[in-house]
């Protein structure tokens, strides 16, 4: 498999994983300022705050997208244009997308 198609083929994933820690870094900001005025914060705290997010929202991110990396992994490269290997990719990235957005509403 050539460099240029395996970057190809998992770039959904790389994608997915950027948004997820982007709006994982958005919401951790916007609770951060919502609770500036209630709590002090040192700087130690904010790296220590954003460092144990990221790590942790990088490890969800890797676990919402385990299946569709073993699919990938799995899939015989001569497959990888059809229309039933880019249905599978859209209907992976809706659900790991709706996953995504329920677990960054609140209850």
């Not at 709006?23 to 954003?50: A, E």
């Not at 001569?78 to 992976?92: D, M």
């Amino acid at each position: 498999m050539k460099h240029g198609s395996f970057k190809k083929i998992y770039s959904v994933l790389y994608h997915f994983i950027f948004l997820f820690l982007a709006f994982s870094v958005l919401i951790r900001t916007s609770l951060l300022i919502w609770s500036v005025s209630k709590t002090s914060f040192t700087f130690l705290s904010l790296i220590k705050i954003y460092g144990f997010g990221i790590l942790y929202d990088f490890g969800v991110a890797l676990f919402i997208v385990l299946p569709y990396s073993i699919y990938l992994n799995l899939l015989p490269q001569k497959w990888s244009n059809t229309s039933f290997n880019i249905g599978i990719t859209y209907g992976a990235f809706f659900l790991a997308t709706m996953i995504s957005m329920f677990s960054f509403l609140p209850n």
